[in-house]
């Protein structure tokens, strides 16, 4: 039964996808009996955690000391905005934990396991490990990479191509790929994102403004590499954080309230030092990074292995020639959709 009772526990969790970040996701249950009795998941950043409420939720406390405590993620042993859950199991004499997956954040990792045991708590771990682990996927790469979680995302036609060629801003609008449908599901995606990230051409013959107004929910933190320090500052992707490749410019958009430019040099081998603007993300608590650039910008994070998912959106429609898509080597089809026409894939890193 550990099973069927976590798998109530990760459907609380993601209850939590968006206001947890950036705490993961964590759903509890406590069962007593063969009967469940509490259930609870963290809610927002900065409030009681998934365990704190499902024994708050307990309505006969005294039920706990002869229960099972269901969760999906180690309980913590450090006290943040919120005391240790460890503590709290204890002093409540509940007598068993299941844990899904051990958290890797440097301040547990291990040691609330360490502390309900000592105490002479049973305690379980490993129970649909993979599924809670996946769960929290972004959580754990930006702890064990030092890095964000990076998601590709581009829309193409059937024969390829993500746009018509342009060179000029006078060249016309961008092809049109997406239906009202997949706009909003990318819009979803963004809501989920905590910065979006182009490339200097796409923001000058795009404008795009990068934000969820087709989904509510909180816009991502905007972030453009520009190779030439030719930006205007009346884009709408402005204000953003700008990571600046050109080493004689100077753009006057570094005067914009909001915007913030670091100057980063070139790798010896011209590449985009994508390691080092990755790093200074992750430095300012970015751990999830949505990649809606054009296909030099996707492939720069292809052919450097610095990306976790891509979200490729196969349109019906035909263009006839243009802009080539990147091509997604190296990646595996995990899940693939039908919505409306255009088949969207859902592609993982493979393991070579």
């Known amino acids: 039964m550990d099973e069927c009772y976590m798998r109530r526990a990760l459907q609380l969790a993601s209850c939590g996808r968006e206001h947890a970040a950036p705490n993961p996701m964590v759903g509890a249950v406590v069962v007593c009996d063969g009967r469940?009795?509490?259930?609870?998941?963290?809610?927002?950043?900065?409030?009681?955690?998934a365990e704190v409420n499902a024994i708050a939720s307990v309505r006969r406390p005294g039920l706990l000391e002869r229960s099972t405590l269901y969760v999906t993620l180690e309980p913590c042993a450090h006290y943040g905005k919120t005391p240790p859950c460890a503590k709290l199991?204890?002093?409540?004499?509940?007598?068993?934990?299941?844990?899904?997956?051990?958290?890797?954040?440097?301040?547990?990792?291990?040691?609330?396991?360490s502390m309900l045991r000592q105490a002479g708590v049973e305690v379980t771990v490993g129970v649909l490990?993979?599924?809670?682990?996946?769960?929290?996927?972004?959580?754990?790469?930006?702890?064990?990479?030092?890095?964000?979680?990076?998601?590709?995302k581009w829309a193409e036609s059937a024969d390829g191509m993500v746009d018509f060629?342009?060179?000029?801003?006078?060249?016309?609008?961008?092809?049109?790929?997406?239906?009202?449908?997949?706009?909003?599901?990318?819009?979803?995606?963004?809501?989920?994102?905590?910065?979006?990230?182009?490339?200097?051409?796409?923001?000058?013959?795009?404008?795009?403004?990068?934000?969820?107004?087709?989904w509510p929910g909180r816009s991502p933190q905007r972030v453009v590499i520009d190779?030439?320090?030719?930006?205007?500052?009346?884009?709408?992707?402005?204000?953003?954080?700008?990571?600046?490749t050109a080493t004689d410019a100077r753009p006057d958009y570094e005067r914009l309230s909001g915007t913030t430019v670091c100057r980063i040099a070139r790798e010896t081998s011209g590449t985009l030092p994508l390691h080092t603007i990755l790093s200074?993300?992750?430095?300012?608590?970015?751990?999830?990074l949505l990649?809606?650039?054009?296909?030099?910008?996707?492939?720069?994070?292809?052919?450097?292995?610095l990306w976790d998912e891509m979200r490729v959106e196969h349109s019906p429609l035909r263009l006839g020639g243009g802009v080539a898509a990147a091509l997604p080597f190296g990646a595996v089809v995990v899940a693939r959709e039908n919505i409306g026409g255009h088949v969207v894939e859902i592609l993982r890193p493979g393991c070579g």
């Open 89 to 113: 199991i204890v002093e409540k004499h509940i007598p068993r934990v299941v844990v899904g997956c051990r958290d890797s954040f440097e301040k547990v990792d291990g040691k609330g396991i």
């Open 36 to 49: 469940i009795v509490g259930e609870g998941f963290h809610r927002q950043c900065g409030g009681p955690h």
């Open 165 to 214: 060629l342009r060179s000029t801003l006078a060249d016309g609008a961008a092809a049109q790929l997406s239906d009202a449908t997949n706009l909003a599901l990318v819009h979803r995606l963004r809501s989920r994102a905590d910065a979006i990230l182009v490339g200097g051409r796409t923001a000058l013959l795009d404008n795009p403004s990068l934000t969820t107004r087709r």
């Open 227 to 244: 190779t030439h320090g030719n930006l205007s500052a009346d884009l709408r992707l402005f204000p953003a954080r700008v990571y600046l």
């Open 291 to 305: 990649v809606e650039g054009g296909p030099a910008i996707h492939q720069a994070f292809l052919e450097q292995r």
């Open 280 to 288: 200074d993300l992750a430095q300012v608590g970015v751990q999830s």
């Open 129 to 152: 490990e993979k599924e809670c682990q996946e769960l929290n996927r972004q959580f754990f790469t930006f702890h064990q990479k030092k890095r964000p979680y990076v998601t590709l």
